[in-house]
């Protein structure tokens, strides 16, 4: 549930980052990056393998990528949700575009210094979002996608019609938490505010504090925040003895449907946003509630197998195994160590998908890993493998991770790249095409593979989280 170029930059660009670093519409924080420093001194250049090109060549080839991508869907799918880079056609989530790229991939153009395209884009969104639209969407998608992308933009950006439209936005996803609960039904209708489905899961119930919390500090209104708050501590208050969520939870009676504990899709960003809304707010809850998690879930979840370093499932009431299964998705959770502080399991769990990608030529959506064979063969051009590698490059400074970018960056541009775009994998055995390219591969896959090899203050960790999405929120509260 979740998905994450550089050239000779211009002094402009440094400009840019720095505005981000130091400013908002509202409040100033120190910059580490200076606007005359270009990308080709921020990092030293040496590299391990004369193979690998240097950080500002490799920065600028990802940055190539985007605008190809980018270009692809400008020709053929503008104005609407996402590119179909085989049809050259569009697609739309809900029948109407809510212009998923143009506002998922706007924070990532920025941070290139695509300063006309941005621009551009940024009025475009202005003028023609509109939220008022009789559709149920999802809370959790149009939040972390859409929530996001506006509120990183504006900070960003200074504009402030974004965040009139985050606000809207958000008023208009707030009727989502009127369930007996707290916890969010999955849809709500933009327009009327009705509310449909009341089985979910983890994720979609605790990835939405970043977001509603955000807006809640740029707006000054608190609801947001206590809506989103309430519902993440409502779950964490049904962890079982052993302090473990399970796959399914039903939000009216707040009764667990399936007990299956993972750190996978559907559970995965409900532990990541305990970790950075604690970053992010300085939320005393949020840490006491990281804490006891990660205590849990490395004492049932991880498992030590001879194939490598993993995280399975088990049961969330016995924590007895009950699966071996890791993919794409949990591939975030080496990023995740990292930022918490724990490198050395962060290290391990990261070599261990680096082997599932190089076992197939790209990483399938999930393997079995006693066995290294596939359970689910496709490839969704997910970011989540390349945005832990960005986290443990920062943290480390070992070139590894960035030898696995270009492995990465390799794969991509051989398997997936199109004459438009780049298209997702139905099965990474025989690396057929599919005709998606989700608007994640903006937002999150190309922005960590720049952020990879990007001057490494372009981003002050200590100030700036990444929602799930990959959109960074910087604390000006």
């Not at 195994?321 to 990023?335: H, I, V």
């Amino acid at each position: 549930m979740f998905t994450r170029n550089r050239c000779l930059l211009s002094v402009v660009f440094g400009c840019l980052v720095a505005s981000f670093i130091q400013s908002s519409a509202a409040q100033t924080t120190a910059a580490r990056l200076s606007p005359q420093r270009s990308a080709t001194s921020a990092r030293p250049a040496a590299s391990a393998s004369p193979d690998i090109p240097t950080d500002a060549e490799m920065a600028e080839r990802v940055r190539q990528e985007f605008l190809h991508a980018w270009q692809g869907y400008k020709q053929y799918a503008w104005g609407h949700d996402a590119l179909k880079p085989l049809s050259k056609g569009h697609h739309d989530w809900y029948g109407v575009p809510l212009l998923m790229s143009p506002v998922d991939g706007l924070d990532t153009m920025i941070l290139m210094g695509m300063t006309d395209e941005a621009a551009q884009t940024r009025d475009y969104i202005a003028k023609n979002l509109s939220f008022d639209r009789d559709i149920y969407v999802k809370n959790f998608e149009i939040t972390i996608r859409l929530l996001g992308g506006l509120l990183s933009s504006y900070q960003l950006s200074g504009d402030k019609r974004l965040l009139a439209l985050a606000d809207d936005l958000g008023a208009r996803l707030s009727p989502a938490f009127n369930s007996p609960t707290g916890m969010p039904y999955v849809y709500v209708n933009l327009k009327t505010g009705a509310v449909r489905g009341e089985s979910t899961n983890p994720a979609e119930i605790g990835t939405l504090l970043l977001e509603f919390g955000t807006l809640s500090k740029l707006t000054g209104k608190p609801i947001y925040y206590d809506k989103a708050k309430h519902a993440l501590v409502e779950l964490y208050n049904r962890r079982s003895p052993i302090g473990l969520v399970g796959s399914t939870i039903n939000i009216k009676t707040g009764e667990w449907t399936d007990p299956t504990s993972h750190i996978s899709g559907g559970i995965d960003s409900y532990y990541e946003y305990l970790l950075k809304a604690w970053l992010l707010f300085d939320d005393k809850d949020c840490e006491r509630m990281w804490k006891a998690s990660i205590e849990a879930v490395n004492k049932y979840l991880a498992d030590q197998a001879p194939t490598g370093f993993w995280y399975g499932q088990a049961n969330m009431n016995t924590g007895a195994r009950t699966g071996t299964t890791f993919g794409a998705l949990d591939a975030f959770f080496p990023g995740t160590l990292a930022l918490s502080g724990d490198l050395d399991r962060a290290r391990k769990l990261e070599d261990s998908a680096y082997k599932m990608w190089t076992t197939f030529g790209i990483e399938p959506e999930e393997m079995n890993y006693m066995t290294m064979k596939i359970t689910s063969g496709g490839y969704e051009l997910r970011p989540e493998i390349i945005e832990s590698a960005y986290y443990l490059r920062h943290f480390t400074k070992d070139p590894r991770y960035r030898e696995m970018g270009k492995t990465f960056f390799d794969s991509l541009v051989k398997y997936c790249r199109t004459d438009v775009g780049y298209a997702a994998l139905s099965d990474v055995a025989t690396k057929t095409k599919k005709d998606e390219m989700e608007s994640f591969f903006f937002a999150e896959t190309l922005k960590y593979l720049f952020l990879l090899y990007a001057p490494p203050d372009t981003i002050d960790l200590s100030k700036v989280v990444f929602n799930t999405e990959a959109h960074p929120i910087r604390r000006t509260w």
